[in-house]
């Protein structure tokens, strides 16, 4: 699996890794519906730090990939409309 970090680049993930990263992300999607600024920012810093330690650089993007923001995004989910 390709993850594209906004703004950083694209790592190779191998299954492992993949189900390592998909369950920090599931928990930065929680973060984002309850609209918890502080634990969707701790959340998605540990989701990009995960796909960094874990993947490898690439450069290639295969047909298959998964789009995760960069940090700095976070400033428009706290000013998003909560979802319900």
Do not use: H, K, N
Request: proline share 5%; aromatic share 4%; net charge positive.
């Amino acid at each position: 699996m390709i993850v594209r970090i906004l703004g950083e680049g694209q790592y190779r993930l191998d299954d492992a890794a993949f189900a390592t990263v998909s369950a920090i992300d599931d928990r930065v999607q929680e973060a984002a519906d309850a609209g918890d600024a502080e634990r969707f920012d701790r959340e998605l810093r540990e989701l990009v730090a995960e796909i960094t330690r874990l993947g490898t650089r690439s450069s290639r993007a295969r047909t298959r990939s998964c789009p995760a923001p960069a940090p700095r995004w976070r400033r428009r989910v706290r000013s998003s409309p909560r979802r319900g």
